[in-house]
């Protein structure tokens, strides 16, 4: 079975990918922290190429991929930025892109990995139906494959977004990140297991996808019931390696009501001027929702991505 990666993954991944991806800054202003009644610090992943932190993920999971051997082409399934994270990364060291994509995912995320190079292949929006397109993809075009969250290669990529941020941060001691697959908040987890002093981590998942948090309350890998969430990024299943990974630090997953993912989309717009996608407000919303618990603390708050219609 393949095992999780390591802190010392997170930090290779870093000098790995130090060239291709962009330092997104660290969006803040003293007005807001008044309101809140505590520090806030956001991290602009919807400012990386792509729009999303996924970038970093399929830049490091080709990389290493090219460094085992020849290859010519990767392929995925996913529902929006991973699928155009990987087109936009193989796309760009010359290889070809073959995209499985649900058939409910946003329009505006399957034009993107279109026009990003990727061969978009739909398919219908369960995990099985998924799983089984790609398995015919794969023998058919012998690509290698590169799974959304559950590569330890993937999850490296990702925890470098926290890396970065710590230096660019270092007074957090609390870091809010969305919940879907798990790649992102495993990654942050491993990313922050040598910080000095007290630093915190939370998962923020829709009620209505919540496998991750019924998957630590039971102790057991849970899958999710329906899909019909708002954050369409975040409708996939918890996967196997960042389980382990939230496992091994007991980490907290808080559930987020539906009702408050586009309130905080329209929030977090009305104060840097700029659109996130549903799934990124999600972590905005749970922050939202625990003020008052907040009250005092220096909170980082990850927004993951940007890609909206």
């Known amino acids: 079975m393949t095992q999780p990666p390591t802190f010392d993954d997170v930090v290779a991944a870093r000098r790995r990918i130090r060239h291709l991806v962009i330092q997104t800054p660290v969006l803040w202003h003293d007005r807001l922290d008044r309101e809140l009644g505590f520090v806030a610090r956001f ?11 996924k ?18 082409a990767v392929a995925t399934h996913s529902s929006g930025n991973h699928a155009l994270a990987l087109a936009l990364a193989a796309t760009r060291r010359g290889l070809a892109a073959h995209i499985v994509m649900p058939q409910n995912a946003p329009p505006h995320k399957i034009q ?36 959304p969250y559950n590569d330890p290669d993937v999850i490296a990529g990702q925890g470098t977004c926290v890396l970065e941020w710590l230096e660019q941060s270092p007074e957090l001691d609390l870091i809010i990140a969305p919940v879907g697959g798990g790649g992102l908040l495993s990654g942050a987890l491993l990313a922050t297991e040598r910080s000095a002093g007290r630093l915190e981590i939370w998962g923020a998942e829709p009620a209505l996808a919540d496998d991750a948090a019924r998957s630590m309350e039971t102790g057991s890998l849970q899958r999710i019931n329906r899909s019909d969430t708002i954050a369409d990024g975040l409708r996939t299943s918890l996967g196997t390696l960042p389980f382990a990974v939230f496992q091994t630090h007991q980490v907290a997953i808080h559930r987020v009501r539906e009702d408050d ?5 329209e929030w977090f717009n009305d104060r840097f001027d700029q659109p996130i996608e549903p799934s990124a407000a999600v972590a905005v919303a749970l922050m939202l929702s625990k003020r008052r618990e907040l009250a005092g603390r220096h ?10 219609g």
């Open 261 to 265: 993912i586009h309130p905080a989309m």
């Open 112 to 147: 993107a990995v279109s026009d990003a190079g990727g061969r978009v292949i739909r398919c219908p929006p369960t995990l099985d139906d998924r799983e089984a397109t790609l398995k015919r993809i794969v023998e058919e075009t012998v690509a290698g494959f590169i799974h």
């Open 43 to 53: 991290k602009a992943e919807h400012l990386q190429h792509g729009r999303a932190f």
């Open 299 to 308: 909170v980082g708050i990850i927004i993951s991505g940007g890609n909206v």
């Open 55 to 72: 970038y970093r993920g399929a830049s490091n999971a080709v990389s290493l991929l090219m460094d085992r051997g020849p290859v010519g």
